[in-house]
Structures are given as structure tokens and as C-alpha cells.
């Protein structure tokens, strides 16, 4: 039995007008669920269903624990969450999403609250999320310490940024992933810096780190940014510079959108790691695998609504349409036993693109751990593909 069979709510079977369920949230559900954010915790979660009307108003009561890596050191940190939401669900024809009401199918009102549950609880999470000072892993403080310098020249955001021991015109800009930050990409500056001697910036993405910003615009509105900081190295090394862009998970697909931009002769190349072809189609298929409903008319009416508030819509956010701008080439690197990010995606991508272009499949590794699952294997597949364009 799957973990979260339990979780499910059979509304045309309630045999009364309350009903109330108790789940208790540990390791394992977290697990099970496959979140980015929250891996591990204990919390309990009240559930109380009330039919009225023809409705059913779910009250949840989310209390506990939970744990996620600290921006500084990326030791796991506690984080204590207590938090009360409502959620309206009516049956209809067909799925719906009217913002706090939910509309299901009377041929299959089945609602599996797991991942409603754990998108409460991720609400809870601070934005930015740090240890108390002294209690950080103290070998990573000094290690940062030694490998990343902030550097006192910055444009819009927040960024880290360090210059090679030696004198040298190639820059990497690392750009992270969802719900992380420059810091986390440590291991990445690592490599570049000492290995290849690169100079690193590494700047936090909108609404991430300490950077400002009340909108996460899946790399979309931040290609813009990127290009403002390609304009900012270009202007602090000169005009012999030479910038590769290095993206994970997220940061991949800002890359990849930065690419089909009019950028200057010296950004040499794109290393493009478990990226998306666009905002929407991640988004539908994690409605789908998630919370099994299709994307019409959630995702479609969730789009609207971040084009007027942010200004963009899910549609526009599509790295695939920018890869087939570009002619700079391009290392597509992608987990075989990615859930996340499907890995239909990254053929997807790499047909799509014009220019040189190769393709990397690690074996075994999930979303965002092609590095780790084999550090010695993906650091050649880098260093071989960027030695053919940066000199």
C-alpha cells in the first residue's frame, strides 16, 4: 500500500455531515510527497470536513516540526510550524479551481489532502531560513569562509562573487534553483574556481537569499537580471571576458531563457542542468503527479493571475522557445531518475536548440543530483565541453 493511499477523502461515501481524521506526519510522508523544501519532519494534521450546502469545508490544524537545510552551512535546521487553513470543495461536471474553492468531478470525488498538507506546511517555512548565530556547521562556515569573498561592487539583488587566485578573464554565473540560494551552490564554485580557475559570481535569485522580491518568476522575469549581470562583468573584466552560465533545476531554465536574449559576443557557452522547457509545463505535470487533475482551468487561471501581479504569464516563461533562438552552445545535463523535472524534458531541449549542443544522462541520480551522484564523471563532461569554447 503507497504511503499516502491513506490520505485519500472519498466525499461521496461521507456517512455523516462532519468528519474528522487525524494523520501523522514523519519521515516517510515526507519522502513519499517528494518535495524540493521540506524532506524530513514530525508534525500531527487535524483534518475536520464539514458538508454544507452542497459544500465541504475542509479545516486543517497543521502543528510540529519540520526540518530544511540552513541558507548559511546547509546542515538540516528545526523549523516549528503551526498553522490553521480552510479549503472549500464542491462536486461538479468537471476540475475547477475559484481560487479558495475546489471543484471535482462527481465520477471521481477523490481528494488525496497529502500534498495539500504539505504545501500548508512549506507556507510556513520562512523565506530565509539560518541557524541562530554559533550554531552553524563551523567546517562549512570556514570553508565558505575561504572560497567565497562578497564582493563590495553590486547591481539590483544580492550576490557572491569570487575572483580566481590568478589573474584570469573567465567568469562562470552560477544561478540555483527554487527555494535555494547562492550559498547552496557552493560545490559548483568550488570546482569552477579551483579546478578550472575561473572567477565565480554566484547572485540569489528574486524572492531567495538576500535578495529582494515578493515574486519567484521560474526563471523568466530573472533572464532579465542575468543580462544585467553579464553587462556588470563585462564592465568590471573588460572586453576579453569570457562568461559560460551554469544552471540547476530552476537556474537551468533561467539560463536557457537568458540564452535566446541578444547578449554580447563574450558569453561563450550555457551548462544547462535538470532544466524545464517552461513554467507551464512543470507545473502541469507536477499538478498531475501530485494531485492527479488536469491542468485546465487551475493552471490556466493561476497564469492569469501572475501576469497581472507579476507580469508575466506561465506560457511566456518557456525555455524551449529561448533555446531556439540561440546559436551559443550549449551542455544539457539531466538525472535519468528525475522526478521532478521529467526527463522527456531534456530531449525536448536539446532538439530544440540550434547551436552545438551535447547531452549528459547520469545514471541513478534524481532532480538536481547529477553532481553529486557522480562528482568526477560531471566535472570532465563539463570541463571537455567548455575547453572547445573558452581559451
Keep these: 500500500m503507497d504511503v499516502l493511499d491513506s490520505y485519500k477523502i472519498d466525499l461521496k461515501n461521507m456517512r455523516t455531515d462532519v468528519a474528522e481524521y487525524q494523520f ?9 510527497v517528494e518535495g524540493t523544501l521540506v524532506k524530513s519532519g514530525k508534525a500531527d494534521a487535524d483534518l475536520k470536513i464539514r458538508e454544507s450546502g452542497g459544500a465541504y469545508v475542509f ?21 516549528e510550524i503551526e498553522t490553521e487553513r480552510m479549503l472549500t470543495v464542491k462536486l461538479g461536471d468537471e476540475y475547477a479551481d475559484e481560487g479558495d474553492m475546489m471543484i471535482l468531478p462527481y465520477e471521481d470525488a477523490i481528494l488525496n489532502v497529502a500534498w495539500i498538507i504539505y504545501e500548508f506546511i512549506v507556507l510556513e517555512v520562512p523565506l530565509t531560513h539560518v ?26 539583488g544580492s550576490e557572491e562573487e569570487k575572483s580566481a587566485d590568478e589573474e584570469s578573464d573567465k567568469t562562470v554565473i552560477i544561478a540555483h ?5 547562492a550559498k547552496q551552490m557552493y560545490s559548483y564554485a568550488k570546482y569552477y574556481h579551483e579546478e578550472l580557475g575561473y572567477n565565480v559570481l554566484m547572485p540569489d535569485a528574486r524572492g531567495h537569499g538576500q535578495s529582494e522580491g515578493d515574486y519567484i ?31 540547476v533545476s530552476m537556474g537551468s531554465a533561467t539560463v536557457m531563457m537568458t540564452s535566446g536574449e541578444d547578449l554580447p559576443e563574450q558569453v561563450k557557452a550555457v551548462v544547462a542542468d535538470c ?5 507551464e509545463d512543470v507545473l502541469t505535470y507536477q499538478l498531475k503527479r501530485m494531485y492527479n487533475l488536469p491542468s485546465f482551468p487551475i493552471i490556466q487561471s493561476t497564469s492569469l493571475l501572475t501576469k497581472i501581479r507579476a507580469g508575466y504569464s506561465f506560457e511566456e516563461a518557456s525555455a524551449l522557445e529561448q ?33 552545438e549542443k551535447e547531452l549528459y544522462l547520469v545514471p541513478n541520480a534524481e532532480h538536481g543530483n547529477a553532481y ?3 562528482p568526477t564523471l560531471y566535472e570532465e563532461k563539463v570541463s571537455d565541453f567548455l575547453t572547445k569554447y573558452i581559451h
Excluded at 275 to 279: L, N, R, V
Design 372 to 374: 553529486d551522484a557522480n
Design 217 to 247: 518568476g521560474f526563471g523568466w522575469p530573472e533572464r532579465k537580471d542575468y543580462v544585467q549581470w553579464i553587462d556588470y562583468l563585462i564592465d568590471r573584466n573588460g572586453s576579453n571576458a569570457q562568461i559560460v552560465l551554469h544552471g
Design 24 to 32: 501523522a506526519l514523519d519521515d516517510a510522508f515526507f519522502e513519499a
Design 59 to 79: 479545516t486543517f490544524h497543521i502543528k510540529g516540526t519540520v526540518h530544511v537545510p540552513c541558507d548559511r552551512c546547509l546542515d538540516d535546521m528545526d523549523v
Design 177 to 181: 534553483g527554487y527555494s535555494s540560494n
Design 131 to 156: 541557524h541562530e548565530p554559533g550554531h552553524c556547521n563551523v567546517e562549512m562556515m570556514e570553508a565558505l569562509a575561504a572560497h567565497l569573498v562578497t564582493s563590495s561592487e553590486k547591481p539590483d
Design 323 to 355: 533555446v531556439k533562438k540561440t546559436d551559443l552552445p550549449i551542455l544539457f545535463i539531466h538525472g535519468e531518475n528525475d522526478t521532478f523535472v521529467p526527463v522527456e524534458m531534456v530531449y525536448e531541449l536539446y532538439e530544440a536548440a540550434n547551436g
Design 275 to 279: 532544466g524545464y522547457t517552461s513554467a
